[in-house]
């Protein structure tokens, strides 16, 4: 039972309203778990994508051992691909049906590299699994994107990655899970034996039987294939694993004394992180990850519009664009626009609007698309991607919509880190150079800033990762015919400022006001002791960090 006011019919006299409040999509939603995993290049993302994959049956064992080593098949070939082509990594979501459930794994790519496409994705997903290598803990890449979940209100579930290698103490981990990121994590799944000798988990989950409560390993089972385990009672774990297993006990002991069990309306409020161990590279708490985000994290839920209404999931069709990729195909112009449904039933063919054109949009190209495949899709619900092809004049932060008229919040603008001055390499090809700057402005491939006192023609270019200015020299020459010249400014700090406190700013010696296409005016620093200095000195000056600003 929905509390959204229904409104049948169009407002707008467009697009022939469905049902507005179905139960149709309704449905669909609640059995649809949509999530993505953040972590440090080499944590092993890959390594758990595909055994989630592999347990979620989405693919078979060929896939797979085509790769290197027997892993690795299809999800890591195209990145290496798209990297060598030097564009933009594809963001797409893996599909897959678990128990009575539809999990959708939406790929956030950045192993070598960041850009803001990483962060874009979390705007797509419901919650997000945070995986850490027991041996390094928080690191630096999981900090920022731990930091976007958390301006997104994110539910996290946290996994202790690679605990067959010798690592850190459990104990200690949690420490700094609590520490860095101002949750109390709370124990789920705990492993028996130390790192490097990982004997089974200690299974702390609601409602688990007594004589299920530690899930053993099969010694031997896992790597390619699934591990297996054998459910036991403490006391026949006991008899099987004596010492280790007290430890286990005492120590869960410890943990549930000072941080408290697992409690869903906290981790969905993001209060607590649910925290369990693993090791992907064995397919080891694979099958128990999946169990976790299928019983506690949160299906898709009615989404709050611009106008401050909100839209029930069971109201007409409606999805954000969060990724556009376009240029992977010079010959024929590729322009792929990367869909979350947020509320009713998408229908390929169906023709849609988007909000902020009021133009329609034909969805005949709609794809599903993960690494290198795409498959035709018929039809999606909330909480699925869909991926459209030859979508041409859709943005990043678009809302396309059927029956009545909703628009999204924009995504936001995440705080770039690298600056550089961008020049067409010929002054001739001045028109073709604006075209594709304003194209891959619009399109949110990088940021572009613009200083009076540089003038019109050399635009600051703004990215949170470097591989965004690699797409943008890829694309200017050869999608639009202009070699460009990348300058870099040696700034690593954006603020936003006022128009009123440009001038005093600007005269600071090291520190450049620039502004952006959309009217904002931003203050770049080049460290951290520039910055601080200036607020000191300055109290009054408005300097607002931007989204994600560690
Ligand atoms: P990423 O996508 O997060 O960058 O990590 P990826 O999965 O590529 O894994 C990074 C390395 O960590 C890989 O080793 C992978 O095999 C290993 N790894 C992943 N999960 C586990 C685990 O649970 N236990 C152990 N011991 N290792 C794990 P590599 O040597 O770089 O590649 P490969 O030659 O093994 O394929």
Not at 237 to 261: F, H, I, K, M, Y
Not at 323 to 346: C, L, N, P
Not at 492 to 509: C, Q
Request: glycine content about 10%; proline content about 7%; some cysteine.
């Amino acid at each position: 039972p929905m509390t959204t006011p229904a409104s049948t019919g169009t407002t707008d006299g467009t697009v022939p309203a469905a049902d507005p409040d179905d139960t149709a999509p309704r449905e669909a939603a609640s059995r649809r778990r949509t999530f993505a995993v953040i972590s440090h290049p080499d944590a092993g993302k890959s390594t758990l994508t595909e055994a989630l994959a592999l347990h979620g049956g989405a693919i078979g064992q060929a896939g797979i051992v085509q790769g290197k080593g027997g892993r690795r098949g299809v999800v890591s070939d195209w990145l290496e691909m798209e990297k060598a082509r030097g564009i933009s990594i594809t963001s797409a979501a893996l599909q897959f049906t678990y128990r009575d459930r539809v999990v959708n794994l939406l790929d956030t790519p950045g192993h070598a590299d960041f850009s803001e496409d990483t962060y874009r994705v979390l705007t797509a997903v419901d919650s997000a699994v945070m995986l850490v290598d027991a041996a390094k803990g928080m690191e630096r890449q999981t900090v920022k994107l731990f930091e976007v979940c958390r301006l997104r209100g994110l539910p996290i579930v946290t996994v202790v990655n690679k605990w067959d290698r010798p690592g850190r103490e459990a104990l200690e981990l949690l420490d700094e899970f609590a520490e860095v990121t101002g949750m109390t994590p709370t124990p789920v799944l705990w492993p028996v034996g130390i790192g490097g000798d990982f004997r089974g988990l200690l299974d702390l989950r609601p409602g688990t039987a007594p004589d299920a409560a530690y899930i053993a390993f099969d010694e031997g089972s896992g790597g390619a294939t699934r591990t297996t385990w054998t459910p036991l009672s403490l006391e026949e774990g006991l008899a099987r694993d004596g010492e280790v297993l007290t430890t286990a006990q005492e120590e869960v002991e410890l943990v549930l004394d000072s941080n408290g069990p697992h409690d869903e309306a906290s981790f969905r409020a993001g209060r607590t992180t649910p925290v369990m161990f693993a090791a992907a590279v064995l397919n080891r708490g694979v099958e128990q990850l999946l169990d976790l985000l299928v019983d506690t994290a949160p299906p898709p839920a009615d989404r709050p519009a611009q106008d401050g209404g909100v839209r029930s999931v069971g109201d007409a069709f409606s999805g954000q664009v969060f990724k556009v990729q376009a240029g992977m195909d010079a010959a024929h112009r590729d322009h792929v626009a990367f869909i979350r449904v947020s509320s009713g039933r998408f229908q390929r063919g169906e023709t849609v609007l988007n909000a902020r054109t009021g133009k329609p949009v034909g969805t005949k190209y709609a794809h599903r698309v993960f690494g290198g495949s795409r498959t035709g899709v018929e039809d999606a619900w909330p909480g699925d991607v869909v991926a459209i092809v030859n979508a041409t004049g859709v943005r990043v932060g678009d809302t396309l919509y059927a029956g009545r008229k909703v628009a999204y919040p924009p995504i936001p603008t995440f705080a770039p880190e690298h600056f550089a001055v961008c020049r067409a390499k010929d002054l001739g090809r001045y028109k073709q150079f604006q075209r594709g700057i304003t194209e891959l402005h619009h399109e949110g491939v990088v940021q572009t800033l613009r200083s009076d006192l540089r003038g019109e023609p050399a635009p600051v270019l703004a990215a949170v990762g470097p591989m965004q200015f690699d797409v943008v020299q890829h694309r200017m020459a050869g999608e639009f015919g202009c070699e460009v010249l990348l300058e870099p400014l040696p700034y690593s700090i954006a603020r936003r400022t006022t128009a009123e406190h440009a001038p005093l700013l600007d005269a600071v010696p090291g520190v450049e006001v620039l502004r952006s296409l959309d009217g904002d005016v931003f203050a770049l620093f080049p460290d951290r002791w520039r910055l601080q200095r200036i607020e000191r000195e300055n109290p009054d000056v408005v300097l607002d960090a931007l989204a994600a600003d560690s």
